[in-house]
């Protein structure tokens, strides 16, 4: 794997060592990783603010970096992207068959 070949310093450190520790062009690499990763972190937010704006039943759990969502569904794309956006770090939110809504979000899913 290419990760044997970097040096045990660069393998046990922290994303933030391993940008001092890289070249500027290697740096370009890693935060390329962290937007990705961040990308998709937000296309799984999006998919819980989406799930919940239109009440589809299903059990939303966000904290932090970590979402998890069972039922729901991911936004159509198409005629246009949604933009809704959940402006929490942590919640939990069920939803039920017959619009029957449990959540600690309280704030809109309108972006700011």
Request: no cysteine; charged share 20%; hydrophobic share 40%.
């Amino acid at each position: 794997m290419w990760l044997d070949d970097f040096p045990a310093k660069v393998r046990n450190a922290t994303p933030v060592e391993v940008t001092t520790i890289f070249e500027p062009k290697t740096n370009a690499m890693l935060i390329r990783h962290q937007e990705m990763q961040n990308f998709r972190e937000n296309e799984a937010m999006r998919a819980i603010a989406h799930s919940m704006d239109l009440l589809i039943p299903g059990l939303y759990i966000w904290l932090l970096n970590f979402s998890f969502r069972i039922g729901g569904s991911v936004p159509d794309d198409i005629p246009y992207k949604y933009p809704g956006k959940i402006h929490s770090y942590t919640g939990i939110a069920l939803v039920l068959p017959g619009y029957k809504v449990f959540t600690t979000y309280q704030g809109s899913s309108d972006p700011k």
